[in-house]
């Protein structure tokens, strides 16, 4: 048992015990409001005459009890699509019944004085009976567990308005988390933390020290989302201020982060140190120019072990009001997959604001150099001119934006490195890599923040198109549709090439009073490849245009798009066509809609397969508010997407609420149905969950 886990326990039994004795000291009729422990200035009873000291050892604010009880049902159904004899005769069915008898405990207060000790808790117990069966061709599987449940949220101050103030905080909580037609997830999550912060104007300092242990489990679809991680460290931060103008900010984090995802037998092990040293110092015309330096240092150790080191200062001076000039250093200093490479880059900028008008201009050039390949140098610059100003008939905005870049690439035929490249997987584009001829057994796709590992098959398939390589989610996997994700990966290089690009955007909007907003968005780039040797890398030519208009009212707007992509890798002409309505927004109803239709036409050239998709995505919400104690809820989703060459998905999403309290009863009902259909496979589910609560105040909020 950990540290924090242990002070967790010893501080449960130290607030629960003498709980009932105090709780005859005061009890007032009135009904409890839990409340977080807060500091409690004015308004404070005193214990006793003033200037005498208090004798009470113990005092709670609010305390209540509270009866429960929960029932779960779901049924899941699934159909393989598989071709052959059985296709359409083989089913599986699973099923599950749970009911939970609970006694919980709320309340808050303070200890020996609310000046030196302040706590909120609850607590929950309670008998579980719980019945799974699974009928499928073959032998039909029947069990019938049943345990306990314990949930507990607790948290102490000690000296909340001290210098120094001690926070102990406690949880082992159990929720749910929707999720777009499919079953929702079970969660289960253990929190124990101890955290120090000392309040001061020069050097406030603060030291974090926390476990964490958090399991998904998805009864409708057992053993495939299932998943757990586990968390440990402490978080160190110390900021000086030796002046209005200078400070210097000092971060350290230590984190032993373990993930077994989805059922899997595959366990990813990360031990990380990471430290920065963020300084400041402001200066000149109204304190406007500033020096900021950052460094930064991380080593990990384990299955997804990164190390970076990195130093990058930066000066902006400000000549006037309007004129800016800035200088950029950075050294990065990367080495994953037993790779490393070092980039050394510079920049020299110019802002320059006028009225309505905004200007930029920036140089750079940078050197990589790769430990076995991957080395280039590369050279340009960008510059924008931006309009904004409001007109006789509305509101317009503009900008131009050029940028050119030249690179020299001297790989000797090794493998390059790219470290977490970022992509956005969005329905039915197909995320190309930037790198070619990549090599597939290397790819690594993590989240944004790195914390959860993406698994091929599952939650991606990589699809190869001649030299380039593309990442499409898959519809029953955790990745979810517009999320943006880390992709890591080695690629094959060429001897040598130098390349010339050149890229040119253009956004142009006007958004009139009467609602109306047309709008355009222009990108045309051109890549000139001056030598190239082993590999056949071939330019990459875009042009993409895009036109739509916008109609916006009070309840309900409308748009419509078209673009046009002629990109050398994929090219492809997209219309969409959508809108949103409030329908009703009068009590005691609210009720929203929302519709968008999309249509692809993939050319297919270079090689590439030609085709086309359909998407079609339809939501509303209905909200009804009877009394401030009774509350309907009601959402629905529908997803179409017809695909010629991944096939037709069919998804729908339902769920219904409706939480009643009478007095210190309150009910919960809810029901969710899902579906997803797959041109392989169907899978769907209905689950529903009672909740019942009764409140027993002993001691109300003052």
């Not at 748009?559 to 005691?588: C, F, I, K, W």
């Amino acid at each position: 048992m950990s540290v924090c886990r242990a002070l967790g326990v010893v501080a449960l039994f130290a607030w629960l015990w003498p709980a009932g004795a105090a709780a005859q000291a005061d009890a007032p009729a009135s009904s409890p409001t839990t409340q977080p422990a807060r500091a409690r200035g004015e308004g404070a009873k005193e214990d006793g005459p003033r200037g005498e000291p208090s004798r009470l050892w113990l005092g709670l604010d609010e305390l209540s009890f509270e009866l429960g009880f929960e029932a779960e049902w779901w049924r899941r159904e699934v159909r393989p699509g598989r071709p052959g004899p059985y296709a359409q005769t083989y089913r599986q069915t699973n099923r599950e019944r749970r009911f939970q008898e609970t006694l919980g405990l709320d309340g808050s207060g303070a200890l020996l004085d609310e000046r030196v000790f302040q706590f909120d808790f609850s607590g929950l117990w309670g008998l579980s009976q719980e019945w799974y069966d699974e009928t499928r061709p073959g032998r039909d599987l029947r069990t019938a567990p049943d345990g306990d449940v314990l949930e507990y949220d607790l948290r102490g101050v000690l000296f909340p308005e001290g210098r120094l103030t001690t926070e102990v905080t406690a949880s082992r909580l159990d929720d749910r988390i929707p999720r777009p037609f499919l079953p929702s997830l079970d969660r289960r999550r253990e929190r124990y933390g101890l955290e120090l912060s000392y309040h001061d104007d020069v050097l406030p300092m603060r030291l974090r020290l926390y476990d964490e242990d958090e399991a998904l489990r998805s009864p409708a679809r057992r053993g495939l989302d299932d998943e757990r991680r586990e968390a440990r460290g402490l978080e160190y931060e110390a900021t000086w201020r030796p002046s209005d103008a200078q400070q210097l900010r000092l971060r350290y984090e230590y984190e032993d982060r373990g993930e077994q995802y989805s059922g899997t037998r595959r366990r990813y092990d990360t031990v990380r140190d990471y430290l920065t040293l963020d300084h400041q110092l402001t200066f000149g015309l109204d304190d406007k120019s500033r020096l900021e330096t950052l460094a930064r240092f991380q080593d990990e150790r384990g299955d997804l072990a990164r190390d970076t080191f990195e130093l990058a200062p930066q000066l902006r001076l400000q000549h006037t009001e309007d004129l800016a000039t800035i200088y950029k250093l950075q050294y990065l200093r990367d080495s994953f997959d037993g790779l490393r490479q070092d980039l050394y880059r510079g920049d020299v900028g110019l802002e320059y604001t006028c009225d309505d008008w905004r200007a930029a201009l920036n140089l750079y050039g940078l050197h990589q150099d790769a430990e076995r390949g991957g080395d280039f140098n590369e050279w340009g610059g960008s510059a924008m001119l931006a309009y904004e100003r409001d007109t006789a008939s509305g509101r317009f905005r503009g900008s131009i934006g050029y940028e050119h870049a030249q690179t020299r690439a001297d790989d000797a035929g090794r493998d390059g490195l790219v470290i977490s490249e970022s992509q956005t997987l969005r329905d039915p584009l197909l995320a190309y890599l930037t790198r070619e001829y990549v090599v597939p057994t290397s790819l690594l796709v993590t989240s944004s923040d790195r914390r959860r590992v993406y698994v091929a098959g599952r939650d991606y398939l990589v699809v190869p198109l001649g030299r380039y390589t593309a990442l499409r989610r898959v519809p029953t996997g955790r990745i979810s549709n517009n999320e943006t994700v880390l992709v890591s990966y080695r690629y094959r290089t060429s001897e040598g090439r130098e390349s010339n690009r050149d890229r040119l955007d253009v956004r142009l909007e006007h958004k009139f009073n009467t609602g109306w907003t047309p709008y355009y968005a222009g990108t045309l780039q051109w890549e000139a490849i001056d030598r190239q040797r082993r590999l056949t890398y071939v330019p990459r030519d875009i042009c993409r245009q895009r036109f739509g208009l916008r109609y916006q009212q009070s309840r309900w707007s409308a748009y419509g798009e078209y673009e046009y992509n002629d990109d050398s890798v994929d090219p492809y002409h997209a219309g969409r066509v959508g809108g949103d309505v409030t329908l009703m927004q009068r009590a005691p109803h609210e009720w929203d809609a929302r519709a968008d239709l999309s249509y692809f036409d993939f050319s297919g050239e270079r090689g590439l397969a030609r085709r086309d998709a359909l998407l079609l995505d339809i939501s509303t919400s209905y909200r009804l508010s009877l009394r401030e104690d009774l509350e309907a809820r009601f959402t629905a989703a529908y997803r179409y997407e017809d695909d010629s060459l991944f096939g037709v998905t069919n998804g729908v999403d339902v769920s219904a609420a409706l939480e009643w309290k009478i007095g210190l009863f309150s009910a919960l009902f809810e029901v969710e149905y899902d579906l997803l259909d797959l041109s392989d496979s169907r899978d769907g589910s209905l689950a529903a969950w009672i909740k019942l609560k009764r409140e027993i105040p002993v001691i109300a909020g003052k």
